[in-house]
């Protein structure tokens, strides 16, 4: 007899890893492992429209990998921790690979250049 998903405990995985099929949603994970930022952070960082940069947070929201947080009108984006041991892993894994990629550096490299005073204006 064959074991469903939810008998294996692998949900947790396939949520995260079918969240993170995107390279657009995989660049945000990277920028993100630096620390909290600001939607318009990620925009300039990628070079995204607000609502293509705000449907990827939302996908990656839905899938428990990040949490956000209002200032005003501005909207901060985060990575949680996760409770789901393996998923942790997976996800420490993941960014410490993607920051050796040349790609991801000069979008952390945007990012650095964008978030001066006033960055959010």
């Not at 960082?45 to 990998?65: E, Y």
Request: proline share 2%; charged share 25%.
């Amino acid at each position: 007899m064959l074991s469903s998903a939810a008998d294996l405990d692998v949900q947790p995985l396939t949520r995260v890893f079918r969240a993170l099929g995107d390279d657009t949603r995989l660049r945000i994970v990277a920028l993100l492992a630096h620390g909290e930022l600001c939607v318009c952070h990620v925009e300039r960082a990628l070079g995204l429209g607000q609502p293509n940069a705000s449907r990827q947070l939302g996908i990656l929201k839905a899938a428990g990998l990040v949490d956000r947080r209002r200032d005003g009108t501005w909207v901060y984006y985060r990575i949680v921790a996760q409770e789901h041991e393996a998923v942790a892993r997976v996800l420490s894994l993941l960014t410490e690979s993607l920051a050796a990629r040349r790609a991801l550096r000069a979008d952390l490299a945007r990012l650095r250049r964008s978030c001066g005073p006033g960055a959010c204006t």
